[in-house]
């Protein structure tokens, strides 16, 4: 077009400068007009081609606006006619499905699409041109050996057309799932807090009334010798168990603020191991309990970590097994590896359900929350035990089998 504006500028100014010549040798007035009128047409002329130049440049200008929303859009757009042909087709390079327009267009959907999506879309085509209303629909796909969650939008364009705009919502229905998993876990874990809030009164009044209603007996002079040891004794019991709670809960105050210290140093594991064993013999006799223990056999073996805290969690899991075992067997052993000390405890006790097996460790949580149950505790011993093997370097895991007993397996590092 250029070219062609050229051309004619250059033969409309030859002919003008003729005639200028021509003006001049004859001084013809017929001629002067004519080459008045030529130059008013070479105007227009140009005022047109500048109209043009004007016109085109918008037009191309509008095209790359709207191209370059089109790239912005990060929906799929197709434009099907009414025998389910695609006559269109949009897609942003960056998107999950991305194809090149070719595999799309002139094409029959059935012979591009899945066939359960090539048939609702034709019977959303179909629907859209009868009734001349948004149609909407949701369908998934799969992709990169995910599934894809895609939500379409059928829009009329006239008797023989339709738009549909497809958008990718996978990370949106990903996210709302999530926010609906941990609404129903913060849900449950407020339930467990009440819970445990209610298990607290009964575990810390039930000391407290045994600390008090003795203290009171043992100061009665009309009670024999023998019986005020036996309440005495019952005091010291009590008050144990109501310490073992308040300390439980200061650990687990401690691990969920951070400000829990480990300590670590050179100890020996058997001096951790005989006061274990020594504590909890007394135990099994008292309740005619089996307790079976294999120390470690050989040289004198010292690691690195916290006794303290090692003791603690030793102490909370043997604590549960005879808690929960009322008849039968506790073992305990201990082992070494090069890089690790593991011990073992198991028990014959409840044991504990498959589906529990790693909500155990979680806070608050027991396999029954009543107060009225028929085991005590806090809820917090096996959490706590979780959180010190972790902060120790170590791990916690355990086999159990209902009604047949339950293996703890606590690995520490040397």
């Known amino acids: 077009m250029k070219r062609h504006s050229e051309r004619n500028n250059s033969i409309t100014n030859k002919i003008i400068e003729l005639g200028e010549k021509s003006i001049h040798k004859s001084h013809s007035p017929l001629i002067q007009q004519q080459l008045e009128e030529l130059q008013e047409k070479q105007k ?33 757009m197709f434009t099907f006619n009414k025998d389910n042909t695609i006559i269109d087709y949009h897609a942003n390079y960056n998107q999950r499905l991305y194809v090149e327009p070719g595999m ?109 209603g003795f ?13 005020r040891k036996k309440f005495a004794k019952t005091v010291v019991n009590s008050s144990r168990q109501l310490l073992s ?30 006061e274990l064993l020594m504590i909890y013999a007394k135990e099994a006799k008292e309740k005619s309990l089996t307790f079976n223990y294999n120390p470690l056999i050989g040289s004198i073996l010292t ?15 043997l604590c549960n097994a ?5 008849q039968g067997s506790i073992s305990f052993d201990v082992k070494a590896t090069d890089d690790f000390v593991i011990f073992s405890i198991a028990d014959t006790g409840v044991g504990i359900p498959t ?15 009543t107060t009225s149950r028929q085991y005590g505790g806090t809820g917090l011993g096996l959490s706590i035990s979780k959180k010190l093997t972790e902060m120790l370097g170590g791990t916690i895991s355990l086999e159990s089998t209902p009604g047949k007993g339950t293996t703890f397996y606590i690995q520490i590092p040397k």
């Open 215 to 227: 203290s009171e007996l043992y100061t009665d002079p009309t009670f024999s010798e023998d019986e």
């Open 245 to 274: 709670i308040v300390n439980d809960i200061l650990d687990f105050s401690r691990i969920e603020s951070g400000t829990m210290v480990i300590r670590l140093q050179e100890i020996e594991i058997s001096n951790i191991v005989d």
């Open 44 to 76: 227009e002329i140009e005022e047109k081609n500048q109209e043009y130049i004007t016109l085109h440049k918008q037009a191309t200008n509008s095209i790359n606006q709207k191209d370059a929303i089109l790239r912005a859009i990060p929906d799929l």
């Open 104 to 212: 799309f267009l002139n094409k029959k959907v059935r012979e591009v699409l899945p066939k359960n999506i090539a048939m609702l879309t034709e019977e959303k085509i179909k629907s859209v041109l009868k009734n001349k209303r948004v149609e909407e629909y949701t369908y998934q796909l799969t992709c990169d050996k995910q599934t894809c969650t895609f939500d379409a939008r059928m829009v009329f364009i006239d008797e023989n057309t339709t738009l549909a705009i497809v958008r990718d919502i996978t990370d949106q229905q990903k996210m709302i799932e999530e926010l609906q998993a941990a609404k129903i876990k913060a849900e449950e874990s407020d339930k467990l807090k009440s819970a445990f809030l209610a298990n607290m009164s009964h575990e810390i009044r039930t000391p407290m009334n045994g600390i008090i």
């Open 303 to 317: 690691i690195n970590t916290d006794p303290v805290k090692l003791r603690q969690v030793l102490n909370n899991i």
């Open 322 to 326: 005879f808690k929960f075992t009322k």
């Open 355 to 369: 589906h529990m097996h790693e909500r155990i460790f979680e806070r608050f949580v027991q396999l029954d929350l």
